[in-house]
Each structure stands twice: as C-alpha cells, then as structure tokens.
C-alpha cells in the first residue's frame, strides 16, 4: 500500500474531520484499509485518529489527485468502515501493513495522544 499526500484544498467535510483532529507539524494524516483515519506525529507515533463510515471513507480518498486516484484499487475500499475498529491498542498501534509507507522505515515508538501535519492515503 503507498502513501499519497492530498491536496492542499479539502472539501469540507474533510477537512473539517482533519481540524477537530490533534496534529504536528512533522507530522501526517492517513486513511489506513481499516477505515481509521490516524494523525501522526514525527516520530511515528498515532497522536489522534477517527473511525470513518463508508462515506467518510469514500469522500477521502476522492481528495487524492488525479493522478494517484487511478491507482486506487476502488473495489477494495467499498464498505470499508473503521468504525468496525474497535480494540484501542489497534487504533494506536496499527500494524503495519496499516501504517502509512512513508513511516514504514521508522521504528514505532510509544503510544502517543498528544499536537499541522501533511495528509497521505493508502492507495490499494
């Protein structure tokens, strides 16, 4: 799965879901295939996340650009809903294939629920 940065401009719904999260500015945003959107710090670390309905979903992964949505695997996405995520050491400590590519290389440091970061989407 890759990570792919979003644009700039969100629609609203989104990036209103982003603002009412924590973030850090070495941080980023990702939408894992779990349906759970995370904020990470820089070193790694699940600051903050939301579990998204379908639609949520849906509506996220359309704010990526043109060109990385045709690399979305679309089929792979439908019905996804994080809010069928529910054991918190998951919500914090996702595994790694659910972890954003770019922080793969990173080592995962402890449990984090602190502080603008970049946005990413794991593309199927």
């Not at 959107?37 to 790694?44: E, I, K, T």
């Not at 996405?77 to 770019?102: C, F, N, S, Y």
Request: aromatic share 6%; hydrophobic share 35%; charged share 25%.
């Amino acid at each position: 799965m890759a990570s792919i940065e979003t644009p700039k401009t969100l629609p609203p719904e989104i990036a209103a879901l982003q603002r009412s999260m924590k973030s850090h500015p070495d941080g980023l945003f990702h939408l894992a295939h779990d349906g759970v959107l995370r904020s990470y710090d820089g070193n790694s670390c699940v600051i903050d996340y939301r579990r998204l309905t379908p639609e949520q979903v849906m509506a996220y992964l359309k704010t990526a650009p043109a060109e990385a949505q045709d690399q979305i695997r679309w089929e792979e996405w439908e019905g996804v809903d994080g809010r069928a995520v529910h054991d918190e050491k998951l919500l914090w400590h996702p595994v790694e294939a659910m972890r954003p590519a770019i922080l793969a290389e990173l080592p995962v440091h402890g449990q984090g629920q602190g502080g603008e970061g970049q946005s990413s989407l794991a593309s199927g």
